[in-house]
């Protein structure tokens, strides 16, 4: 509490609120996207330029609530019929194999060694569902075709990513092993199933009859707190079986959204003024993530390819899926592209990479840069297709 | 991400939450403060009993974010003449000399050194103002004479609390120097007054013209944004000059209080739903910081005597002072009793001199759980004497 300056809890969050109300400041000027100039102004506030803040354990204890919030705002404006979908389902599988192997081959053809190409490979499939699902949630769009395509095969894309991710895990050991990843399957298949069931039916009940009791009427807050719990729980479950806690939030949102409150706080209200600060603090911190120092002339060309490949094996991944599911070569076309960015997961594959020491410095910063560049261009792309 | 359980952010989050939920529901039962409950199952899931959390970094920042984000919603029921006003100085005054003097003679009866006895006596001083605040906020009684005077003398009680502490870190250095003293009552009055003019006066104003313009139509939340920069600034110029971070929220609050929201997001609402996360991690760690463990029969003496001569000192200091201002028997009693509890300045005040070296773990253990003591049972007769 009496350390110097730069590392109090205060500074870092006027500094992180307040460049984030000046990227909001930007958006609105030249009628743009908030999140991209978050993640500009994030930039420049970052080691890359003014070296004003680190990502420190703070800002990402911060930015990681404003993740799981996120979600779970988000999976409150579903319903579960939209996310179970064989559709999405086959966007998803053919919108991670095509960007795999894209990957791979890229670094392979670059003169990588193996296990470093499965990880680009990996880092090349999850979707950041955070940043399109908040593109289409300012632009109101959340409940068109398109849209709901693009959510719920980012959830199942998710959830497949991650399943590479375990299985990349298991090639830097000797010897290949089917069984922990066959083990993971089962228990997201599960989880989901379950989690939707008893969220649904049970705990969306129970926080309605919590509602009409005493107790809401003395303290309001507890149905707040309550459905927070709620949230938490099922993003703390989410990761304990190996997936990401952001996939779990959302599941809970999904779970709670038939949920009236009469008498108590209401809780999609809270959850939105929760996110409306934590999430900001998630965009602005993935500027901050990306270091433009370390990068050579070498690593850069290896970065623009790979950042193409990005785009493009997603895009078709995810167009073919699409198609293949009878949606109109617009909204297909519009499915790809909400498909591209990787934020967040990428960048975690890449951290994971380098710190079981598979991958090296040039591969991860290509990666972290790679997925921040298709983090940038898809909300503008996206926000132009979708206009008209 | 990936590490094991015990040190997620939502497996924290989620079991924060879920207890201060439980102290929520014990406390509807039996009709008592919730903040009391929420301390006891602190003391139950932490070190003491069941060791399933402790106080990590990642509690703490959500605990310190509770209280600063408190103090801000406490200071927006405010007025600015309520806080300056000399005669909560004079209970302020007296209620820090009084409580000084008895734990400094106290720690010298009980053998401790000069220096120890000094810190003792300091951390005796200081209110904690977060605590009684939300009985006042719970019971609907902010807005009664002794509340105000009670809230009214914390602050400045909590500002003269930190100005012993800056004399007691000088007693440590070998020469007892005056000027940085000087500086710091200096720089305190500076801010106060400064703060609470361009706050009530010019970033009120901003507020407003912001929310007439259409970026308050386009995107809402930048209302709320730019509200919570300003309580998190506010609460880091009050630390950059030495004084405690919820003095500079409170500050901040009492400013925009007569801010009025037409088409943003409604600033005040989004803090209290805030308010609700936060602050209740916020009490639940106060009972996660105490381990009983460290207690033995020898320091249980001095911690009861301690504790005693805590709440008598208070008491019988802001009584007079309160008297001395022409309040009645009875008001000045309530005035006496709510400046009881010490909290988190009390416990800072340990933590700085077990880090300076100049007190022992006993005196330590027995600082913080003697702040606990009163914090505990406050409410408790505070409820009772402004119930009828």
């Not at 009628?31 to 703070?58: M, R």
């Not at 299985?167 to 379950?194: G, K, N, R, W, Y």
């Not at 779990?248 to 999904?254: C, D, H, Q, S, Y």
Request: aromatic share 12%.
């Amino acid at each position: 509490m009496f350390e110097g300056l730069p590392t109090t809890i205060e500074f870092q969050l006027s500094l992180l609120l307040f460049v984030a109300l000046a990227g909001y400041l930007i958006a609105s000027k030249i009628n743009q996207s908030a999140i991209v100039w978050e993640i500009l102004v994030g930039i420049a506030i970052g080691p890359s330029l003014l070296g004003l803040i680190t990502y420190t354990d703070c800002v990402e204890t911060f930015a990681h609530l404003g993740a799981v919030v996120l979600l779970f705002v988000v999976g409150l404006e579903f319903n579960i019929k939209d996310v179970f979908n064989v559709k999405y389902g086959i966007i998803a599988l053919i919108g991670v194999i095509v960007p795999w192997l894209g990957g791979y081959f890229l670094a392979e053809f670059f003169g990588y060694d193996f296990i470093s190409s499965v990880f680009v490979g990996t880092a090349m499939t999850a979707t950041s569902i955070a940043i399109t699902a908040n593109v289409l949630r300012e632009m109101g769009k959340l409940q068109t075709e398109a849209a709901k395509a693009i959510i719920g095969a980012a959830v199942i894309d998710d959830v497949l990513g991650l399943l590479v991710l375990s299985f990349s895990m298991q090639v830097t050991h000797d010897t290949i092993s089917i069984v922990p990843i066959v083990l993971v399957i089962i228990e997201a298949v599960i989880f989901m199933v379950i989690g939707a069931y008893v969220g649904h039916v049970y705990l969306s009940r129970l926080i309605e009859k919590l509602d009409a009791t005493k107790l809401a009427g003395r303290f309001p807050e507890t149905i707040f707190l309550f459905a927070m719990v709620i949230a938490f729980f099922y993003a703390m479950i989410a990761e304990l079986i190996g997936l990401s806690a952001i996939v779990g939030a959302f599941l809970a949102g999904v779970a709670l959204t038939s949920c009236t409150i009469k008498h108590g706080k209401n809780f999609k209200e809270g959850a939105e003024y929760l996110m409306i600060i934590f999430a900001s603090i998630f965009f602005v911190s993935l500027g901050i993530l990306a270091d433009f120092h370390t990068l050579t002339l070498q690593i850069l060309w290896f970065l623009i390819t790979l950042t193409i490949v990005a785009f493009l094996t997603k895009i078709i991944g995810c167009y073919v899926g699409a198609r293949i599911g009878r949606m109109s070569h617009k909204n297909s076309l519009i499915v790809g592209m909400g498909m591209a960015p990787r934020g967040e997961v990428a960048m975690i594959v890449a951290l994971i990479g380098l710190n079981l020491g598979v991958i090296q410095q040039d591969i991860y910063v290509s990666i972290i840069l790679m997925s921040l560049l298709t983090t940038i261009f898809v909300p503008i792309v996206l926000r132009h297709f979708m206009k008209d």
